[in-house]
């Protein structure tokens, strides 16, 4: 599975970006995925991940109910939309594939890696 991040950019606090994560490959139904992000200096983290058919997710705290994590298999894309943008949001944002039934949180589940999109939020 080869992934293509898209629709990072600069946005004031209080704006919204939706980023798309484009997959290769057909067997794209059958991955978990998720949206991760790193800040200069610091860790990678979790954002937001979905299972394979969409039913199930997971938002990581600082997100819940400002961000909405989608997919359409048919398309082989996952949508991350981010609404209500803080400068604390200001990271580059990889998608990556899991290859498991249900939704992983564990960064080292994931298996394939996208390139990564930034996002800027200023104040």
């Known amino acids: 599975v080869q992934l293509q991040a898209s629709g990072g950019g600069l946005v004031q606090t209080g704006g919204s970006l939706r980023l798309s994560c484009a997959a290769s490959g057909r067997t794209f139904s059958t991955y978990g995925m998720g949206w991760f992000r790193q800040a200069p200096g610091k860790e990678r983290e979790i954002v937001a991940a979905?299972?394979?058919?969409?039913?199930?997710?997971y938002y990581a705290e600082s997100v819940k109910g400002r961000f909405t994590l989608s997919r359409d298999n048919a398309k082989n894309t996952v949508y991350l939309q981010m609404n209500s943008l803080k400068p604390e949001d200001t990271a580059v944002y990889y998608c990556?594939?899991?290859?498991?039934?249900?939704?992983?949180?564990?960064?080292?589940?994931?298996?394939?890696w996208g390139q990564g999109t930034q996002v800027t939020v200023s104040s």
């Open positions: 990556a594939a899991d290859y498991g039934v249900v939704v992983s949180t564990n960064i080292r589940s994931y298996d394939y």
């Open positions: 979905i299972n394979w058919n969409g039913r199930s997710t």
